[in-house]
């Protein structure tokens, strides 16, 4: 799910209950694509989520979904744990050593800047219609793990625990559809907005060269035939922007190595003088309206080059471990404004290449296919 503006942030919802989306046919309508837009309007910046939730997910459940999504991608991972546990009459103890096990997975792979939020697992009654006792009962074990949350988040400064009543929809609107996921979103974004706002604007560490050099090695996709899956997309870049190139490139040690192009005649080019260097040294996109204008280009060989490029737009592609090992780019001859939809678009024809990259690579763990949902948006559980 996307919600529009600059530097977007990176956000993971895992977990069952609230994130499943129960009652409307996509993650977009449901909490996943709501959050995203919520915290959007609280920061005052972009935001993508990927969505991994299942039905009936427990705390112990959760472990060997988060050894094989690779955290270290996130700017923030919020975890809706504990329905499931609730309902189960889960030992505090135990439940409490298994979401422990939980955040040091996430938090032994993240990156510095990558926050947690620990979602109060709501009132059961507040869900599902049951009888007084019953409901009782149930919504004293889902305050009872609560209590654990809030010992587990001050723990770790990094870690953040987020009130959750999950208040029921309003009068004449429909319990668990769009309206309802709405509401929900925004009672969270009341926390997870102003933590986000004043912790992830420190951006991205330096790149570990050593790492990404092995995490692009990986991929195995280094001087191979030109395949028609990635010329689609090239293709596709060239006509959208009516550009006069685009290319898929992937900077390895001392080059930049086109997998796919259209619009340069060139394959590789020498990493000093690529412009696709400096866009993986960030997480957003890189622009350069008029390349003869930038100091750092204007002598590039790419820039007085027999092609004449002037305007460059890029964005960066990751490994499955989070190292930027490429970018999507498109140049033209000529100098251009690229607007905020020309960047959105781009960052979309990154992921798909991105996807593709990821194609039979080999991954950090093992994922569960088929029990997730990620982009583009399916219809869910």
Avoid at 35 to 52: K, M, N, P, Q
Avoid at 78 to 87: E, R
Avoid at 120 to 145: E, F, N
């Amino acid at each position: 799910m996307h919600a529009s503006g600059e530097t977007p942030q990176r956000i993971l919802l895992l977990g069952g209950g609230p994130a499943v989306g129960y009652g409307v046919g996509t993650h977009d309508l449901a909490l996943g694509g709501q959050l995203t837009r919520a915290i959007a309007a609280a920061t005052g910046r972009g935001a993508d989520t990927e969505v991994f939730a299942r039905a009936n997910l427990s705390a112990a459940g959760t472990l060997p979904l988060v050894t094989s999504i690779s955290p270290e991608r996130f700017d923030a991972v919020v975890l809706t744990i504990g329905l499931q546990d609730a309902l189960a009459f889960a030992s505090t103890d135990q439940w409490l050593s298994e979401m422990q096990s939980v955040l040091t997975a996430i938090l032994s792979r993240a990156k510095s800047r990558t926050v947690i939020f620990l979602v109060a697992v709501p009132p059961v009654s507040h869900l599902v219609a049951l009888p007084r006792i019953s409901a009782t009962l149930l919504d004293r074990s889902a305050a009872r793990l609560n209590r654990a949350l809030v010992s587990l988040s001050a723990s770790n400064d990094a870690v953040f625990f987020v009130p959750f009543t999950a208040p029921s929809a309003q009068d004449g609107l429909h319990h668990h559809g769009q309206s309802t996921y709405r509401l929900w979103a925004q009672e969270l974004a009341k926390t997870i907005g102003p933590v986000m706002l004043g912790r992830i604007g420190r951006g991205r560490p330096a790149l570990d060269e050593h790492a990404r050099q092995s995490a692009l090695d990986r991929l195995n996709i280094l001087d191979t035939e030109p395949e028609d899956r990635f010329d689609r997309i090239t293709t596709l870049a060239q006509r959208y922007f009516g550009a006069a190139a685009a290319a898929i490139t992937l900077v390895d040690r001392d080059r930049q190595w086109f997998k796919s192009s259209r619009g340069i005649a060139v394959t590789e080019t020498s990493r000093s003088v690529a412009m696709c260097d400096y866009t993986i040294r960030g997480s957003q996109s890189f622009v350069v309206s008029d390349l003869l204008e930038d100091p750092r280009f204007a002598n590039a060989y790419k820039v007085n080059s027999g092609q004449n490029f002037r305007a460059y737009a890029g964005f960066p592609l990751e490994s499955p471990e989070g190292h930027r090992i490429g970018a999507l780019c498109v140049f033209d001859t000529k100098p251009r404004i690229f607007t905020a939809e020309d960047i959105v678009f781009l960052r979309e024809l990154a992921y798909l290449a991105q996807e593709q990259l990821w194609l039979g690579a080999p991954a950090p763990g093992e994922l569960v296919r088929g029990e997730v949902t990620q982009r583009p948006t399916v219809r869910a559980s």
